[in-house]
């Protein structure tokens, strides 16, 4: 197996695309919940909060459970055989989409208190002025609380995605053949190079980890205020 | 979650256990009974395993607990049930050894080799299939067994063939050699942590198929008669052995000798029919076994 580096690549195709999709998903869907966080509105911020605590306090192979074998029971819609997407020899169906759906919605949490920190982390005047300039809560967030919150969220921001690029592995084993169950796979034909293979592995997510990591420093560099 | 789901199956096994036994008064779960033998340790000679263990009057095994009619084990019970459990018996009865002295272990695909290697287990009869790979860096011994990767699909489907499904989602165990064959096959593998997870998902719908070993599908149709049924050809080879540590090579022909003992005493054809029979898969005849070195 370890001189077959095609089969090697391969096995973390699955780990990246669930990466990049939840990834996307996860801060779209966090800032939308910081947003109704600290937001004006009572009832949505009640709700955010009472959603983030609740995912945040639950393991997410609880989440995984409940999206592949509970929820398809009770409604047909989460069965996700809607979607039937094929790019090249990546299958993107009802277990990728399950996959992708309890990864965001667990990550999603992670990304709003990341940032929560972020906004806190922007002096209560800077509001105050863009509300004073007549600025609606809309504005003030995407204009002047935001774009500060975000820079001063890129190292938990990181660790956050770091964190979803590892619990990918938990899909393996839950009906997506990512890296993880790739590596079992292997180990399983091949046991006489077992410690090898598992080392490759290791290896792999560790060059993933840094590729994520160098993204948020050059943006951590590139938003440093002077 | 999973706890509930865990109680769920349990309340549901117990309930299928007792129901069965108000069906078939007087049938016994436990499989036939294996007369051990005596003074055991005496046909053995100094220094080989064998004697260690007939000395020590108990042995270590590894089986596994989810397939049912090979090694199975529900949370009510305390010994594993099953064709690869009644083998384990035999070899231990010729060393002496009854029913209660063997120490189960519960095995899974992944944890095999390192149990032989670290000594945790002394045998593996855990649909152990034999590879040249495996040989490598444990001792297998067999096959006892020769089975074929077949497919599980609900028993109202119009699936007949592997070329039914093709391009089509089958599952079947993360990290097992029945993944890559359904890949091979042409059809799209979906892989689960348990045989149990994948099983759900057949008779749910959202697979159309469970593919593996023939021998383990006959176990789930066994279990889920009337529900499930086992189809097409065997598209695949496996030579189910028992495993051993390499180190002790010894082992190899008395493991081939008490299977041949077994099989020609009807002990064979016995466990066979109290397990697998259930299926409708007929008694094999007891394949050829590979020459020890």
């Not at chain 1, 007549?134 to 820079?151: E, I, K, N």
């Amino acid at each position: 197996m370890l001189d077959s580096p095609d089969l090697y690549v391969k096995a973390f195709g699955y780990t990246v695309f669930l990466f990049l999709v939840s990834g996307v998903l996860s801060v779209v869907l966090g800032t939308v919940l910081v947003a109704m966080r600290v937001g004006p509105v009572s009832v949505l911020s009640r709700a955010a909060t009472a959603y983030v605590t609740v995912v945040r306090n639950t393991p997410l192979v609880m989440i995984f459970l409940f999206f592949q074998l509970g929820a398809p029971k009770v409604f047909q819609t989460l069965r996700f055989s809607w979607v039937d997407i094929h790019i090249g020899p990546y299958d993107f169906t009802a277990f990728f989409s399950a996959a992708v759906v309890a990864l965001t919605l667990y990550t999603s949490c992670f990304v709003c208190e990341s940032l929560r920190a972020g906004i806190n982390a922007v002096p209560l005047g800077q509001a105050e002025a863009a509300r004073a300039i007549g600025l609606p809560f809309g504005g003030v967030m995407t204009q002047v609380v935001l774009p500060q919150a975000f820079r001063a969220s890129v190292p938990p921001l990181a660790s956050t995605l770091i964190a979803l690029l590892k619990n990918t592995s938990v899909a393996g084993v839950f009906g997506v053949i990512e890296a993880a169950a790739q590596m079992k796979s292997f180990t399983n034909d091949f046991a006489s190079e077992r410690t090898g293979i598992f080392i490759m592995f290791a290896l792999g997510y560790v060059v993933l980890v840094e590729i994520v990591s160098a993204v948020a420093i050059y943006f951590e560099r590139r938003w440093r205020i002077a | 979650m999973r706890f509930t789901r865990t109680k769920a199956i349990i309340a549901t096994a117990g309930l299928a256990l007792s129901l069965a036994a108000c069906g078939n008064a007087g049938e016994e779960t436990e499989g036939p009974d294996v007369e051990a033998a005596e003074n055991a340790a005496d046909n053995f000679d100094d220094g080989t395993r064998m004697k260690e263990l007939a000395d020590a009057g108990t042995i270590k095994i590894g089986v596994k607990y989810d397939q049912p009619g090979l090694g199975f084990k529900d949370a009510a019970s305390d010994t594993p049930t099953g064709f690869d459990v009644e083998m384990a018996k035999q070899l231990a009865a010729s060393l002496g050894i009854t029913g209660d002295d063997i120490e189960w272990v519960e095995t899974i695909s992944d944890n095999r080799e390192p149990f032989l290697e670290d000594g945790t287990v002394d045998l593996v009869l855990a649909s152990y299939s034999i590879t040249d790979d495996r040989r490598k860096v444990v001792g297998q011994a067999g096959p006892y067994l020769v089975t074929g990767q077949q497919l599980l699909v609900p028993a109202d489907s119009d699936v007949a063939s592997t070329d039914d499904l093709a391009g089509q989602e089958v599952c079947s165990v993360t990290g097992s050699t029945s993944l890559e064959n359904v890949k091979a096959e042409g059809m799209k593998p979906v892989g689960f942590d348990t045989y149990s997870e994948c099983v759900e998902k057949v008779l749910d719908g959202t697979v159309q198929a469970m593919s593996t070993d023939g021998t383990i599908l006959a176990g789930y149709a066994a279990q889920n008669e009337g529900e499930l049924k086992v189809v097409g050809d065997e598209f695949s080879e496996e030579r189910i052995g028992v495993g051993y540590s390499i180190d002790r090579p010894e082992m190899c022909q008395w493991i081939v000798d008490t299977i041949t003992d077994a099989y020609d005493s009807g002990a064979y054809e016995e466990a066979f029919t109290a397990t697998l029979g259930p299926s409708g898969v007929e008694v094999p005849e007891l394949p050829e076994m590979d020459a020890c070195a």
